[in-house]
């Protein structure tokens, strides 16, 4: 059993599993570019369906003219706390691709699958380098699509706030109390062997 940030698993995995989580609190750090393509780098090599690679990322670093444009989308609620982020990234997937051997575009199924992936190595990456990463749903898609000129063959996935660990003080008294590591269902809850047996 290993265990890290008060986080108990039930079978063996490595720890990095468990050190990532994802923080409001940030601190108010600069990061350079070389950093984030450490973190791009590591979600380059994520696995996809037929190779096609869907994924792609749009950056803004905090206090440079590309903040705003993606920043103002988030919500309300969201901008409360990522305001003290050292950058944000857009994680988009292209949902058609010209197969080796075609002459049209084909649709890519697993487009949001494959995305999903590289942004889960982004964030095992920056939790590996002393960063972290949190995956934010609550923005205006149609505003940011707008925004920063995405065509209509990319889906909008996400939008992720990137930055080192900061005290828990810098947020509203509401936000402090859930700024802690959270637990995970327990495997019969998720894991079925051999037919659909969920409740929920």
Known sequence: MTQSLARETTHPIDPLFTTRWSPRAFSDAVIDVATLNTFFE????APS??????WRFVFARRDTPAWAPIFETLSTYNQGWA????????????????????????????H?????????S??????????????????DKDLLRARL?????????????VGK???????????????????RRPLAELVAEGTFAFEG
Do not use: C, M, Y
Request: negative net charge; proline residues 7%; without cysteine.
């Open 42 to 45: 590591a979600a380059r090599w």
């Open 49 to 54: 369906g037929f190779n096609a690679q869907p």
């Open 83 to 110: 305001a003290r982020a050292s950058a944000l990234v857009v994680v988009l997937s292209r949902t058609v691709w010209l197969p080796p051997g075609k002459t049209e575009l084909q649709p890519v199924a697993s």
């Open 112 to 120: 949001s699958f494959d995305a999903g992936a590289a942004w889960a």
């Open 122 to 139: 982004l964030a095992f990456q920056a939790t590996l380098s002393g960063w972290h990463a949190h995956g934010i749903g609550g923005f």
């Open 149 to 161: 000129q995405v065509p209509a063959d990319h889906a909008l996935e996400a939008v992720v706030a």
């Open 165 to 183: 660990l900061g005290d828990k003080s810098v947020l509203p008294e509401a936000l402090q109390a859930r700024e802690v590591p959270n637990q």
